[in-house]
């Protein structure tokens, strides 16, 4: 039985920051969450495609870390690679070259996946994240969605025929926007909702996120780290952070709390180098002035 296996794209990042420049870091937010999710003692599993380039480099980490693998599909030919350019801790631009991963499609998924308490569908081809989806609602499996770039160029209307078939969505306040061509947050995430998800997510940056439900919008805070490395990936553990406080049947407050403390202790390291710990959190939690959940200690 798995808390949580991670489908989606995994990548060769090249991340560029104005004072440091970091190379053949293993990213792409499936591997992440699988990472971090294992790191906080959830039991997760990856879906992905790596090319024959970088396969060893992949499989030795999710070994060391303990991220079950069975699914990782290695075809010869180039990995997916990212090169992201930052000014200060603020995207300026993406250069994507697709590689093995963007075959990835639903048929990568085992069946013997299907024995966990949620699914994470990262970004990954268009229609391996809508087939994915529509298997798990048959399957009566909680959904956790985060939609890939292509959605942001189809109307809503079509977008909302896949939406249906999720749980949670996750995304941050631009993607957000794009997805739903609205200007507003409110009405943006108004209209997912009305769609089907009965979380609706939006990570904030350094502005925090917010939790909606049919009842209620919960602002969640940003817990501010002792310093700022690398802001790849932060996403990526605020999802991991607030699904580990489900699993452990927390309120949605306090679930966004330990997202928002995973978020700030990954940016204190370099990419997946410093994967964040229970300890470390609960210190965060100290230094903030909150009570670390007792459920998670130990």
């Keep these: 039985m798995f808390d949580i296996i991670s489908f989606g794209q995994s990548s060769i990042d090249e991340i560029i920051y104005e ?14 969450v699988a990472a971090i999710g294992s790191s906080l003692g959830l039991r997760t599993g990856l879906v992905t495609r790596i090319g024959s380039d970088f396969a060893n480099q992949l499989l030795i980490f999710l070994s060391k870390h303990e991220i079950y693998n069975s699914c990782i599909r290695v075809t010869n030919g180039t990995s997916t690679q990212l090169s992201l350019t930052y000014k200060g801790q603020s995207l300026e631009s993406i250069t994507i070259s697709e590689g093995v991963a963007s075959a990835l499609s639903e048929t990568d998924f085992s069946d013997n996946y299907l024995s966990t308490q949620a699914v994470y569908i990262a970004p990954a081809p268009y229609l391996a994240q809508v087939e994915l989806a529509r298997t798990l609602k048959l399957q009566g499996i909680t959904t956790i969605f985060d939609p890939h770039a292509d959605f942001e160029n189809i109307p809503f209307e079509q977008t909302a025929a896949v939406l249906k078939n999720i749980d949670i969505f996750f995304a941050n306040e631009q993607e957000t926007l794009r997805l739903t061509q609205q200007q507003d947050l409110l009405t943006a995430i108004t209209n997912i909702a009305s769609a089907g998800p009965r979380l609706v997510i939006i990570t904030k940056g350094a502005k925090g996120a917010w939790i909606w439900t049919k009842d209620e919008l919960i602002e969640i805070p940003a817990l501010a780290p002792d310093k700022v490395i690398d802001v790849v990936g932060a996403g990526d553990a605020f999802k991991t ?58």
Aim: aromatic share 10%.
């Design 19 to 32: 004072s440091a420049t970091y190379r053949n870091q293993i990213g792409g937010a499936a591997l992440y």
């Design 241 to 298: 952070g607030f699904f580990w406080g489900m699993c452990h049947k927390l309120s949605l407050q306090e679930c966004g709390l330990l997202g928002a403390g995973t978020a700030a202790c990954i940016i204190e390291g370099i990419g997946l180098n410093s994967l964040p710990t229970r300890e470390q959190i609960a210190l965060l939690f100290e230094k903030h002035g909150l009570s670390f959940p007792l459920s998670l200690i130990g």
